[in-house]
RNA sequence: GGAGGCGUAGCUCAGCUGGUCAGAGCGUUCGGUUCACAUCCGAAAGGUCGAGGGUUCGAACCCCCCCGUCUCCACCA
């Protein structure tokens, strides 16, 4: 039975694709092993959460990876990709939450136990989804070794740094301002706030002097806070109001006295110059009441209300509050006016309220000492970005770093391993809880309820994900990897803090490449969000049109770091090229004997177009994997696809077919090799793209083979280069690229045959003599002629004169001689431009005495052919004149 | 207030270290039932590479400035 059997004429992807990702995991392919005699290639994926679905993001930046893993198995690495999942702690904890609330219960209506329990339930429920869903993308992981952060040997990671960087003072605890939602009550972390401008007001008020002698007027956006004002500040230089510094004033609402006090960081010149000073609930104002020692007053719960020091406010949502304090101020004539003002504001990340800076003690880690030697790696070089721009970002933000505040008033994560004595208030950091206080003796022992940031474990994840703090064997091969690769978005959260992370808990960073990539954007380039509900399904693409269609659309026309467009007419180009490769294929093995004797192969025999399309395979081949190894993946599959569709497919198999279709011909058997040879290079090249398609084309060509997949990638071989056959084949088409032009031109239908006849001589009149069957299928001529050159055309010929060939087509009565007049013409003048383009340059001294000579002499050939080009093209006009005269 | 990206045919975008770089796909127009493929084949039209200046023998590519646009960081009450 013929393999073409199994080859209906269009490909379908349903069925095959899962199939195929089946037998791949049957044979453990994806599986790597500490393996010595081998070069290790690992990437660790981006732990997806386990809250997510797969959207166009994670379809990207999962076929990037396996793109660049599949090509490195491929060239014989032991290649790693190591998966796994994050337990995003804020996010899946709010799903906990919002599933509870369902049921009408809150958080604190269950026990922190019970709670656990409802989300290790929703993980095992919902956290293999996206797993599954990566595995539609045909994704080449080591499912063997997949990880989640809250796996038993990665808590153990987690508690094991927490411990090291506190005995090396780089985690403390303090009270201070942080970043605070009060709607998932916890605090946050700087980079999860999100600003974002905001229509809002500026409120001027009076605040009157104790003594009685008027009032000082400040601006405020949030009027609320004015209930734990402790001073208001001037610029000390404002000689406006450095008498008044120093002298109390009434808090208006409140009653209590608070003192004008001078401070640098009242900006000059900017609202009244006079800041109310709240230092519970404003990062600056923090600032300044650490400098003067003022009282920190809190005002505000946790969630947002107004707590009991704010007297008759007390129990009001803050933006309650803000509006009855307004009402009131006005009802007492301190509030001067209103003006609307614009301002960003801190939102959460996670849920969009609007962030409370808040006074809490929270955990920090030290960031100084982390951030240098991490910067230091990357202007070394031990780290490099691709794009390098990237590296900017990573350095501005790595040299302003603030300390990171790590702990989560979430009970989903990893709780802080550390210990309060109840009777003495000692802190003990330790794995495990301790029998008795070191101190006082005192059992009365209890943990710090608070978890840990879900940044904190995926910091680790290189490492942690390989066995450490073990030393395993897979730790001391696979580390450090080779190539992280995310989203630009994701740089501060997760690289940065991986790099620092691995520096400090590993001695080496934890990979030598950061492939950064840009956002999928919808068609109109739109950001995909909910919101908007403009997403895309990658797994209703994958329906439609099949997994390698939808990787192939996401990798074209993608360069590193820039966002893209999601375009459906890219996708539906992408299955029409799977299919044409297919095809290309159907039509090989139609052509191929039962059993063809390669045996018998004599490469002597090889043709001028069989030399032509391994010399061009081969070029592809070298530039296709340098391509690669600088991770121009898009690039790289465009010089596949071109090089498949244009010079194999619409060249190659058509020149081709003459010999394949007569079972006589003595070069037939050579022909069918050397179809063979491109079609299994092209196949394996293109695979890492499209693993599916060539995997099933593969095996319809090789039923002895076992995978695509664990093939040798294709070699550059200089010997193969022929630049005589690429000349020849070069004018070969481009005489049927002449003739095609004329006879559309002339409007000659496809079946009126005419005939063709070539005036040239030498090489050029072997060449096209050769070649002279392919160039009559393909330029629809009854029969070609090659003759010397006399000059003399045939009688009512069109024309087309290339280097070293004069083309004629006797067209009878349907030549059209003013169509034929314009056309060359327009020819001339095309030689004309070129010509004074190339004289220009050549007149030119300076481009004479500096440019490189090789190039000199390059314009030098030119002149010379476009100048013989413009003589006979000239003569021909000349005669065709002569001819419209007589 | 800092930093960066983008602006190339109607649309979406490639163009690495300056010298066939003016390209691709889609779309458009015209023509095709050629025995692999109409998810196809052939032919064609379409751009002074945002504007201006500079460096250079030579610039879409380097420098300056401007315009438009997007993003990140900082965050002035």
Known sequence: MKSIDNMPKTYDPKGTEDRIYENW?????????????????????????????????????????????????????????????????????????????????????????????????????????????LKKLGSSCDWERERFTMDEGLSEAVTEVFLRLYEKGLIYKGERITNWCPRCNTSLSDIEVIYEEQEGHFWYINYPFEDGT????????????????????VNPEDEKYKPLVGKNLILPLVGRKIPVIADEYV???????????TPAHDPNDFNVGQRHGLEIIPIMDSKGFINGNGGKYS???????????????????????????????????????????????????????????????????????????????????????Q????????????RIPAYYCNK??????????????????????????????????SALWPFSTLGWPRRTPELSYFYPTDVLVTGYDIIFFWVARMIFSGIEQMGEVPFRKVLIHGLVRDELGRKMSKSLGNGIDPLEIIKDYGTDALRYSLISGNSPGNDQRFLTSKVEFARNFGNKLWNATRFALMNFDENPDFSRLDKSKYTAEDRWILSNLNYVIKEVTDNMERY???????????????LFCDWYIELVKPRLFDTANSTRLECQYVLNQVLVTVLKLLHPFMPFITEEIYGNLYKDCESIMISAWPAYDPELNDPAAEKSLGTVIDAIKAIRNIRTEMNVPNSNRTEVIFAAEGEVASVIGKSSGAIQRLGYASSITVTADTGEAPKDSASAIIPGVKIYIPLRQLIDIDKELARL??????????????????????????????????????????????????????????????
């Not at 989560?408 to 994560?413: D, E, K, N």
């Open 424 to 457: 003495c208030g000692r802190i003990i950091v330790a794995k495990e809880a301790p029998e008795a206080c070191p101190d006082c003796g005192s059992d009365d022992i209890y943990q710090d309820p608070d978890t840990l940031d879900t940044w904190f474990s």
């Open 214 to 233: 008027g009032s000082l007027m400040i601006a405020t956006t949030r009027p609320e806070t004015l209930l734990g004002d402790v001073a208001v500040a």
């Open 825 to 886: 013409t327009r020819e001339l003048d095309n030689i004309n431009g070129e010509l004074s383009r190339v004289r220009g340059k050549l007149s030119n001294e300076g481009f004479i005495s500096k440019a490189p000579e090789k190039l000199v002499l390059q314009e030098k050939e030119k002149e010379a052919k476009f100048e013989a080009l413009r003589l006979e093209t000239l003569k021909r006009i000349d005669d065709i004149k002569a001819l419209m005269n007589s």
């Open 403 to 414: 300390d990171w505040c790590i702990s989560r008033q979430l009970w989903w994560g990893h």
């Open 267 to 277: 900006e000059l010149g900017f609202g009244t110059g006079a800041v109310k000073i």
């Open 315 to 401: 129990g009001l949502d803050r933006f309650e509050a803000r509006k009855q304090i307004v009402k009131d101020l006005e009802a007492e004539g301190l509030l001067v006016k209103t003006e609307p003002h614009r301002h960003n504001v801190g939102t959460c990340q996670r849920c969009g309220t609007t962030v409370e800076p808040f006074v809490s003690s929270q955990w920090y880690v030290k960031m100084k000492p982390l951030a240098e030697p991490a910067i230091e790696a990357v202007r070394k070089g031990d780290t490099a970005f691709v794009p390098q721009r990237f590296e900017n970002i990573y350095f501005n933000w790595m040299e302003n770093i």
């Open 632 to 646: 121009e993946l898009g690039v790289a599959l465009t010089k596949i696809t071109d090089f498949t569709w244009d």
């Open 25 to 133: 995991m049957s044979k453990g392919y994806f599986h790597a092993k500490v393996n010595p005699d081998k070069k290790p290639f690992t990437i660790v994926i981006p732990p997806p959460n386990i809250t997510g679905q797969l959207h166009m993001g994670h379809a990207l930046d999962n076929t990037l990876q396996d793109v660049i893993i599949r090509f490195k198995r491929m060239q014989g690495y032991e290649t790693l990709w190591l998966p796994g999942t994050d337990h995003a702690s804020i996010a899946t904890e709010a799903k906990i939450v919002d599933k509870m609330a369902s049921e009408g219960l809150r958080k604190e209506d269950v026990t922190r136990e019970q709670f656990l329990e409802r989300a290790w339930a929703w993980r095992r429920e919902y956290g293999g989804r996206i797993v599954s869903q």
